[in-house]
């Protein structure tokens, strides 16, 4: 079960790859300026996750209207995860939990998933200005896609 909507964000520290090269994204950085979407998905290059990350790119802008930022978090390389955005025309900033750091603190961990290993479950957190979690699902398989209408309603309440 992942964290409970209500619960103090665990702040984390994460690498994204950018055209400069790797950079740190820390979570609290945007505490008391913006509201976080954090998209936890298993794996890149896979099509459930390439739908989702798809999807949440064509609403960059309604997220950006309610003040939100939106990173996709996997187990992926932020390597592996930069070529597949470029191949996918994914605009999220996509962050690598390769040592399952985040994945841990926010209890969505996947285990074995397709007998390959460890991976992030599929899992929507909105993270309000204060640094509380508003809204919290894991969904019920890997398959599933996040509820995008109860993010964006969290995100406006």
């Known amino acids: ?3 409970a909507a209500g619960s103090k964000a665990p702040d984390f520290t994460l690498k994204t790859k950018t055209t400069d090269g790797l950079k740190d994204v820390t979570l609290s950085a945007n505490f008391g300026k913006k509201q976080t979407v954090l998209l936890f998905f ?3 290059y896979t099509g459930v996750c390439t739908k989702e990350l798809c999807d949440a790119t064509l ?3 309604a997220f950006a209207g309610l003040n939100a930022e939106v990173y996709g978090i996997s187990v992926d390389s932020p390597f592996s995860q930069e070529a597949w955005a470029k191949e996918n025309k994914i605009g999220v900033t996509l962050l690598s939990d390769l040592n399952r750091v985040a994945t841990k603190a926010y209890d969505v961990l996947f285990p ?3 007998g390959v290993g ?4 599929r899992a929507a957190f909105v993270i309000g200005v204060d640094g509380r979690v508003k809204y919290a699902e894991q969904t019920p398989t890997p398959k599933d ?3 995008f209408a109860a993010v964006k309603a969290a995100l406006g309440a």
């Not at 460890?118 to 479950?121: L, N, W």
């Open 1 to 3: 079960m992942p964290i």
């Open 42 to 44: 298993p794996l890149a």
């Open 59 to 61: 609403s960059l802008d």
């Open 112 to 114: 074995m998933l397709a």
């Open 118 to 121: 460890d991976t992030s479950a």
């Open 145 to 147: 896609l996040p509820n």
